[in-house]
């Protein structure tokens, strides 16, 4: 957090990103002649060549992340946050149904009366802690360094499509909060990057943010 | 333009406003058919199992289901932000299909960051007041 200002898109934060600026742009990557048709004189805004993202400022295009690397990103960031609540999960959840009556099968009575106070206290526990973690993971870690560990892992992260950088624990909140709500209200969101021409979800959206691969 | 690039473009352009409008359709369907007024037929919220108070969310299939039998003040009493929410994401779909028909390029929605975070307070506010008494009426 208060380390010296080693940003996206300067050196040290990633030896193989060759980020100063080429003194010329990346050509722009027309469809090879000879296709038949011919591309018009000048593309319309917001077009972009297929399979890349042009981002914003002098930094060049980059290849999006596949569908399937976010999925299995965002499956590896879940199951992290399982472990991390796991065991004051489970204790509780033993704690506090030890002495319930499992007779009836066809409900769980708790005696509300003799509730173990350690099982609840667990329980908060493990709830604030798997908050804590998303919120650090998915948002802080997201927005600074680009990458939850999940994406970490996969080899992907999120920048700015205005400004190729990273865009910030503030962003990366936001980011978080949005995927949780959308992803929860609409399954759609997770499937958007399918049919999106900037493969972006709604989260992605709100925040202009874009997955890319890291080179 | 041949005709034929153009019917493809067509199919592709609408592809998305489809999609929505069949998302929309599935969901509000399943809730008709699967009524949400009988307790844990979509399962149990754990805030509300844990708590007993109602969240920000609480009541929101209700009032879809509500909305389907074209009880709107039921649906209100159920979740105010669902109708408003449902009120909104239906007037942004045929707005979009218009644009999307004369040839405009451009999402369903646009929201900023700002604007995202004034939502979120708002789902915030909501979810305090529906719990405090002066708010109940809001409560499911």
Same mark, same amino acid.
């Given at each position: 957090?208060?380390?010296?200002?080693?940003?996206?898109?300067?050196?040290?934060?990633?030896?193989?990103?060759?980020?100063?600026?080429?003194?010329?742009?990346? $050509?722009?990557?027309?469809?090879?002649?000879?296709?038949?048709?011919?591309?018009?004189?000048?593309?319309?805004?917001?077009?972009?060549?297929?399979?890349?993202?042009?981002?914003?400022?002098?930094? $060049?295009?980059?290849?999006?992340?596949?569908?399937?690397?976010?999925?299995?990103?965002?499956?590896?960031?879940?199951?992290?946050?399982?472990?991390?609540?796991?065991?004051?999960?489970?204790?509780?959840?033993?704690?506090?149904?030890?002495?319930?009556?499992?007779?009836?099968?066809?409900?769980?009575?708790?005696?509300?009366?003799?509730?173990?106070?350690?099982?609840?206290?667990?329980?908060?526990?493990?709830?604030?802690?798997?908050?804590?973690?998303?919120?650090?993971?998915?948002?802080?870690?997201?927005?600074?360094?680009?990458?939850?560990?999940?994406?970490?892992?996969?080899?992907?992260?999120?920048?700015?499509?205005?400004?190729?950088?990273?865009?910030?624990?503030?962003?990366?909140?936001?980011?978080?909060?949005?995927?949780?709500?959308?992803?929860?209200?609409?399954?759609?969101?997770?499937?958007?990057?399918?049919?999106?021409?900037?493969?972006?979800?709604?989260?992605?959206?709100?925040?202009?943010?874009?997955?890319?691969?890291?080179? | 333009?041949?005709?034929?690039?153009?019917?493809?473009?067509?199919?592709?352009?609408?592809?998305? +406003?489809?999609?929505?409008?069949?998302?929309?359709? /599935?969901?509000?369907?399943?809730?008709?058919?699967?009524?949400?007024?009988?307790?844990?037929?979509?399962?149990?919220?754990?805030?509300?199992?844990?708590?007993?108070?109602?969240?920000?969310?609480?009541?929101?299939?209700? /009032?879809?289901?509500?909305?389907?039998?074209?009880?709107?003040?039921?649906?209100?009493?159920?979740?105010?932000?669902?109708?408003?929410?449902?009120?909104?994401?239906?007037?942004?779909?045929?707005?979009?299909?218009?644009?999307?028909?004369?040839?405009?390029?451009?999402?369903?929605?646009?929201?900023?960051?700002?604007?995202?975070?004034?939502?979120?307070?708002?789902?915030?506010?909501?979810?305090?007041?529906?719990?405090? +008494?002066?708010? /109940?009426?809001?409560? +499911?």
């Amino acid at each position: 957090m208060t380390q010296p200002p080693v940003g996206p898109g300067q050196p040290g934060d990633d030896p193989s990103a060759s980020y100063p600026p080429p003194p010329s742009y990346p $050509p722009p990557s027309y469809p090879p002649p000879g296709t038949g048709t011919p591309p018009p004189a000048s593309y319309p805004p917001g077009y972009h060549p297929p399979g890349q993202v042009p981002l914003g400022g002098t930094a $060049p295009a980059r290849p999006y992340a596949g569908w399937w690397s976010r999925v299995g990103a965002a499956l590896l960031d879940g199951l992290m946050s399982l472990l991390v609540v796991l065991v004051p999960l489970v204790v509780g959840l033993i704690l506090l149904f030890q002495n319930s009556d499992w007779s009836d099968s066809e409900e769980i009575r708790i005696e509300w009366g003799a509730v173990n106070t350690v099982g609840v206290v667990l329980l908060v526990l493990a709830g604030i802690l798997g908050l804590c973690f998303v919120i650090w993971n998915k948002g802080i870690r997201t927005g600074t360094k680009g990458q939850s560990l999940g994406k970490s892992i996969v080899g992907i992260e999120v920048v700015g499509v205005d400004t190729g950088q990273y865009i910030g624990a503030g962003f990366g909140v936001l980011r978080m909060i949005l995927d949780s709500i959308f992803g929860n209200a609409c399954f759609l969101n997770y499937l958007w990057p399918l049919l999106d021409s900037k493969h972006q979800t709604w989260h992605d959206m709100v925040v202009k943010s874009v997955v890319v691969r890291k080179s | 333009m041949t005709g034929t690039a153009e019917s493809l473009a067509f199919a592709t352009r609408f592809r998305a +406003p489809a999609l929505v409008a069949l998302g929309g359709a /599935a969901a509000f369907t399943a809730l008709r058919v699967r009524d949400p007024h009988i307790e844990g037929s979509w399962g149990l919220c754990p805030f509300l199992w844990l708590t007993g108070r109602p969240c920000p969310g609480c009541g929101g299939l209700r /009032a879809v289901n509500d909305l389907t039998h074209g009880d709107v003040a039921a649906a209100v009493s159920s979740n105010v932000l669902v109708v408003v929410l449902v009120a909104v994401l239906a007037v942004a779909w045929i707005v979009w299909v218009v644009r999307t028909a004369r040839g405009v390029d451009a999402p369903m929605i646009r929201i900023g960051a700002r604007t995202s975070w004034v939502l979120v307070g708002v789902v915030v506010v909501f979810g305090v007041v529906r719990n405090l +008494p002066f708010g /109940a009426w809001l409560a +499911p």
